[in-house]
Each structure stands twice: as structure tokens, then as C-alpha cells.
């Protein structure tokens, strides 16, 4: 698996994402069931509110190799803080969309 991950740009001040990198090296969370190497190919911000840039910013992970888009808890779960991206359902209909069935979309990812 080749992963982008996708963060909340409003956490950035105060998550280093050392739980986005714990999961995937432990193989906890969304990737407990992943038999296969996970290689990160890129992790990026979602480009703020509302979340406009998330399908340009998909496609440039996709374009670099990857062939999984992850949201970092962040954004669907609202960690550290409790309070989940309004517009994660929105962002994750229009990655779906474009990428089609392809890219596979992790919702979370511990």
C-alpha cells in the first residue's frame, strides 16, 4: 500500500501526527487489517476550510505514487481537540468522485 495522508490544516499548529505514524507502523487503527507493506508517499493539509483544495491536493498524492488517500483522524475524528471537520463527508464524496474506485479512501487513521 502506498499512502497519502490528508490532514486538518486548523491542527497543525499542535499535532505533530505521531498517531498517524504509530498506526501505520504498528498496524493499528484503519490499518490492523493490512497484510501488505505501507509506504507514505506524502502527507498534506487539506488546505483549510471548506476544504476546496482537498481533491487538487489528492491528485498530486496520487500523481507521486500513491494509491490509498487516508484522513488523518483530524479531520473525521476531530483528535486531539474533539472537534471533527464539518466538512469531511463533503470532502470524502468529492475525492471519491474524481479519484473513482481506483484510490482507495481510508476515513481515519487511528
Request: charged share 25%; proline share 5%; hydrophobic share 40%.
Amino acid at each position: 500500500m502506498k499512502i497519502g495522508i490528508i490532514r486538518c490544516m486548523q491542527t497543525e499548529d499542535y499535532c505533530p501526527e505521531t498517531a498517524d505514524f504509530k498506526a501505520i507502523k504498528e498496524k493499528s487503527g484503519v490499518f490492523s487489517d493490512i497484510d501488505e507493506e505501507i509506504e507514505i508517499i506524502g502527507f498534506i493539509n487539506c488546505g483549510g476550510c471548506p476544504g476546496k483544495k482537498i481533491v487538487l491536493r489528492a491528485r498530486e498524492l496520487v500523481k507521486r505514487g500513491a494509491d490509498t488517500i487516508a484522513f488523518a483522524s483530524c479531520i473525521q475524528k476531530g483528535t486531539p481537540i474533539g472537534y471533527p471537520c464539518p466538512f469531511a463527508k463533503k470532502m470524502m464524496k468529492l475525492l471519491a468522485t474524481d479519484l473513482g474506485s481506483k484510490i482507495l479512501i481510508l476515513e481515519y487513521t487511528h
